[in-house]
């Protein structure tokens, strides 16, 4: 399990939708991991790798895109 000690904001949708579309996770998968996510307050992309439901290729690759975007 991962706790953060402070809240950690929503998944964006942009964030949902690369999931999703480029990564290639499971509509299923992405609806536990922001479950877990929002139980844990915990980031998305760490959760749903803790989980397995994404190696450490693709957590890079999230995590990359999510710096392009800021």
């Not at 499971?26 to 760490?46: F, H, T, V, Y």
């Not at 957590?59 to 895109?65: G, K, N, P, Y």
Request: charged share 15%; with cysteine.
């Amino acid at each position: 399990m991962v706790m953060c000690s402070h809240p950690q904001p929503s998944a964006a949708e942009e964030l949902e939708q690369f999931l999703l579309r480029r990564v290639g996770l499971s509509l299923n998968a992405l609806q536990l991991g922001l479950r877990q996510a929002e139980l844990e307050q915990a980031p998305l992309p760490i959760v749903l790798w803790s989980f397995g439901l994404l190696n450490l290729e693709q957590l890079q690759t999230v995590l990359d895109w999510q710096d392009a975007q800021s």
